[in-house]
Structures are given as structure tokens and as C-alpha cells.
């Protein structure tokens, strides 16, 4: 049974079998042991999100959609999200935190390193906000570089995500940009 049909008592055992924060360290290397070679990395944000919705907004989005594809794929776990991201456009609202390039670039190649060495040997990195997506880009390119030896795997650009929320906004007869921040959309998954 998929994750998004379960109750929620089942979702939060469920996150014990994928979130490596959750779990001690034996587990963990049994895991990677028993085959989890895989490590999911979402990069998110703490910032604002409209008048109604947390700063924690994306980070628990992409945690939920980590879980997701960790068990879609049977053999990752997901790491803790990294945040805050890089929302510089967004410091000028109360709570908005960004982090400087160079620190949220240490940041994720200090996470893969870490992870190489406990054994995983391929990594998923996303974002769930929309600041991380070109800087992640360039990262997960200095990262082939860096580690060639594991295999890197990214998701869409922002530009894919943009045209695939306007695609589902138009099929679904919904107006222009409510899948965008702090959006209808974003709000009915919070809600969710």
C-alpha cells in the first residue's frame, strides 16, 4: 500500500524504517549491510510561506516526498533534510533564514562524504524549495567530479517543475500560480 493511502499512526512507523535521523547506528549499518546503498538528500528552507502556512513548510514537504521515493525505490533511506536553503529573497519577512553559496554547498558535499564512508554508493538529491534548484544543480556536477566512484541522480529542473505545475494547474481548470509558494497547493498538502 502506498505511503500517501496510510493513517497517519502508520506513516510515522513507516518514517522509522527510512529516516536515518530516527534510527541508531547499528540499524543503520545493518541496513547498508542488508543493501540500502542508496541515500536520499532534500534540500529545503525555513522561510516564509504566506500568512497561513509554518516557515517549516518545505522542509516537511520534502521529507514526505524523501519517504516517498525511498520506498518506491526499496533499498534507500533518507537523510535529514538540509535547511535552511538558500531563500535570500524571502529574509526580508520575519524567521526567514538563508544560508551564504559557499556554506550550503559545504553543507551537502559534507553530507555525501559522510555518507561514501559509511557505504552508501548512490545519492538522490532534490529540493523541495525552489532557491536550492539551479546551486544544486551545479553541486551534484562538482560532486560527479568528486566522487566518481558513487553514482549522483537529481531531479527535475526548476524550470521542469514550473511546466509541470502549469500543466496540472491548467488540467485541473485551477488559477494561474496556485501551485506555487504558499499556493493552494502547497497549502492543501500542508493540511494534508
Known amino acids: 500500500m ?22 541508531n547506528w547499528p540499524t543503520v549499518k545493518e541496513k547498508i549491510e542488508a543493501g540500502m546503498d542508496t541515500v536520499i538528500i532534500c534540500t529545503a ?70 555518507y561514501k564512508k559509511h557505504g552508501f554508493k548512490k545519492v538522490v538529491i532534490f529540493s523541495s524549495h525552489g532557491g536550492n534548484f539551479n546551486e544544486n544543480e551545479k553541486i551534484v556536477q562538482n560532486l560527479k567530479e568528486m566522487h566518481p566512484e558513487m553514482k549522483f541522480s537529481s531531479a527535475l529542473s526548476l524550470m521542469q517543475l514550473m511546466d509541470l505545475m502549469a500543466q496540472f494547474e491548467k488540467k485541473y481548470g485551477l488559477v494561474e500560480g496556485s501551485c506555487g509558494h504558499g499556493g493552494a497547493m502547497e497549502t492543501s498538502v500542508m493540511l494534508h
Do not use: C, F, W
Open 2 to 23: 502506498a505511503l500517501q493511502n496510510k493513517t497517519l499512526e502508520e506513516i510515522i512507523l513507516k518514517t522509522q524504517d527510512y529516516l536515518l535521523e530516527h534510527m
Open 45 to 114: 528552507s525555513v522561510e516564509q510561506h504566506g500568512y497561513h502556512l509554518s516557515e517549516l513548510t518545505d522542509t516537511v514537504i520534502g521529507q514526505a516526498v524523501g519517504i516517498l521515493v525511498a520506498e518506491k525505490l526499496g533499498n534507500a533511506l533518507v537523510a535529514p533534510v538540509i535547511r535552511p536553503g538558500l531563500s535570500e529573497h524571502h529574509i526580508s519577512m520575519a524567521g526567514s533564514l538563508t544560508l551564504r553559496p559557499e556554506v550550503y554547498r559545504g553543507i551537502i558535499e559534507d553530507y555525501v562524504t559522510s
